[in-house]
């Protein structure tokens, strides 16, 4: 380069420095315009101060320069040098062979294939490198002005729209590789905004600094591989691996291996409460739950836990229902023992209770005796004790509670009377009867 821009200069001062009228040396060579020369054979130097040297160069434009075989520079202020080179646009200049600058102040260096297929620079104010190609491998545009510097495009780009704008040929994929020479101890990184923004590569692989934030928008995102949050995934079953909490609106579980429906099966080996009661006092946790010393060593599947808690609340649902109905038999063999009272309300027997259900508003068909009847019971409010039989004798009836307190107590007038419960809570209440055919107790339900 140094020898070629040496030789540029001394044929400069040449032409310059020799009389105003043109120097024309060896043979064919033709120098018609001012000051201009030409050295070699069969090269032309028509433009004003221009220069034609080696084999059937042409410099045609005012102060230009054509030097080497069949070379051309055809503007003001252009130089063509090489094999087959040609500068046509105004201040250009096309060093190699077979290359061309057609745009203003574009610049081309390098080698074309042949005359047919020049390396070409049609972009004004640029350099264009390349090799063995019409197209420049390297771009660099203007910059703005002063302080400013240009873009760099690689590849077909002649309108680079970055600082770096690379773009693939059609048969081959776009990439940039940043190799250390030493891989073992050097690494491979970019800086991006400042020194604390970077993508490293090493031995132990990729990494991204960012020191505030750092964000991944798509409409998918996919990783092949483990991911570790806060932490090195070394799980062998798990692709992601958190060291810290995780806040979400939503989780889906999309693979569930079995559900506790099981449970409520007829042949479902229930455990009794009793064998229960034993092995909590043994275990100091549930059957099938994980003790507290696996919990806190091993920790647990969240899918497992979920079925295994299902499970539990299933079973306990079991229990209830077994007690319920305890509870309903227990009442059923409660409700068939009635007590007497005396007139100041203390309990003095307990026997059977004769109980007869009406629909509302339906007199009682079946009495016990069939003295009375008694309607409608159950109740929601108001009931009426009917004398059926006609008698002169008086007739006492005593309303309690089930705890034997005396809520109302009267003696007929007529042939029935009417009691009222609207201002007493549902339950079950006894009416002690006492009239001609003796001693009688119903049972009165208020709901």
Not at 359 to 376: D, G, I, M, Q, S
Request: proline share 4%; with cysteine; net charge neutral.
């Amino acid at each position: 380069m140094k020898k070629l821009i040496s030789l540029v200069l001394f044929l400069f001062l040449l032409g310059f420095a020799c009389p105003s009228q043109a120097q024309v040396q060896y043979n064919g060579c033709s120098a018609t315009g001012n000051n201009a020369s030409a050295i070699g054979k069969q090269n032309t130097a028509s433009g004003n101060n221009s220069l034609a040297g080696g084999y059937t160069t042409q410099a045609t434009g005012s102060n230009s320069l054509a030097f080497g075989y069949n070379s051309k520079a055809t503007q003001s202020t252009t130089t063509a040098m090489g094999n087959t080179a040609i500068a046509s646009g105004i201040g250009s200049m096309a060093l190699g062979n077979y290359v061309k600058a057609n745009a203003q102040n574009a610049f081309v260096f390098g080698a074309g294939t042949t005359a047919g297929y020049p390396l070409t620079n049609n972009t004004a104010n640029s350099i264009a490198l390349g090799v063995n190609s019409n197209i420049p491998t390297l771009l660099i545009t203007k910059a703005l002005n002063n302080n400013y510097t240009g873009k760099v495009a690689i590849g077909a780009v002649t309108n680079p729209q970055a600082k770096l704008h690379l773009k693939s040929d059609s048969n081959e994929d776009a990439g940039v590789m940043i190799e250390p020479t030493d891989k073992n101890s050097h690494k491979a990184f970019i800086k991006l905004f400042d020194g604390a923004h970077m993508i490293t590569a090493d031995n132990g692989g990729l990494s991204f600094s960012a020191p505030k934030a750092m964000s991944l928008k798509s409409a998918n995102i996919t990783f092949s591989g483990k991911v570790g949050i806060n932490t090195i995934n070394e799980v062998n079953d798990y692709a992601l691996a958190v060291d810290g909490g995780i806040i979400s609106t939503k989780v889906f579980i999309k693979e569930v291996k079995q559900w506790p429906d099981h449970v409520f099966a007829s042949d479902y080996p229930l455990m009794g409460l009793k064998d229960l009661k034993q092995y909590l006092s043994d275990h100091r946790h549930l059957p099938g739950m994980p003790s507290e010393k696996e919990m806190v060593s091993k920790g647990y599947d969240l899918n497992e836990m979920q079925a295994t808690l299902l499970q539990k609340i299933e079973e306990l649902t079991l229990y209830m229902l077994m007690l319920q109905d305890q509870i309903c038999e227990l009442r059923q063999k409660q409700d068939s023992i009635v007590f007497a009272y005396d007139s100041n309300g203390n309990r003095i027997s307990r026997s059977l209770a004769f109980e007869r259900i009406l629909p509302p508003n339906a007199p009682n068909t079946t009495t016990a005796p069939a003295a009375y009847t008694l309607f409608p019971n159950p109740t929601s409010g108001e009931f009426t004790v009917q004398q059926t039989l006609p008698t002169e004798s008086a007739t006492r009836a005593v309303l309690l509670n089930m705890a034997g307190t005396i809520l109302e107590e009267r003696e007929m007038v007529g042939q029935a009377m009417i009691f009222d419960l609207s201002n007493h809570s549902d339950g079950i209440y006894l009416l002690e009867i006492d009239g001609p055919s003796g001693h009688e107790t119903w049972k009165i339900i208020k709901k």
